[in-house]
């Protein structure tokens, strides 16, 4: 699978995931926003993101910034109740961090990524692929980000 096109996939499903939450408000749902932004942290962290920094490094480090934003709003709400004051506004703040994120990687890094790496995409999408597999079974170990 090409590694952009992986990536997208998990930009859709995590945004599907949010228009869920605005209607239910659901903390089950909430907590599976969080594990899919933590896989897919993890997948370009490791694996995209030190193989795109070859394509542009500036936007690859600026997604690195916004990935522990993200990350501080995901061990936030995973403090909180669904009941608490506050759990919907951090979700409001999540959805506009990665909102932002998605925008910016689809939008600039991606098309540089393309056009730079096109040839290796597949690849780097197949091994991404297996490392989610394996972050999904809990059987990979989560590294610090790149």
């Known amino acids: 699978m090409n590694a952009i096109e992986l990536l997208k996939s998990d930009h859709q499903k995590v945004n599907e995931l949010f228009d869920e939450f605005d209607v239910s408000e659901d903390k089950t749902i909430a907590d599976k926003i969080c594990l899919e932004l933590d896989i897919h942290a993890q997948i370009e962290e490791q694996i995209f993101y030190p193989a795109a920094k070859k394509a542009d490094e500036s936007m690859v480090e600026h997604g690195l910034e916004e990935h522990q934003e993200m990350k501080e709003a995901i061990a936030e709400l995973r403090a909180m109740n669904a009941v608490d004051e ?7 703040d999540l ?3 990665v909102e932002d994120h998605v925008e910016e990687e689809e939008t600039e ?3 540089e990524v393309q056009i730079k790496m096109g040839a290796q995409l597949d690849s780097l999408g197949n091994e991404m692929m297996q490392l989610k597999e394996q972050l999904q079974q809990g059987k990979a170990t989560r590294a610090k980000s790149a």
């Open 95 to 97: 959805r506009m961090i």
């Open 86 to 92: 506050d759990f919907k506004l951090t979700m409001e």
């Open 109 to 111: 890094l991606f098309p």
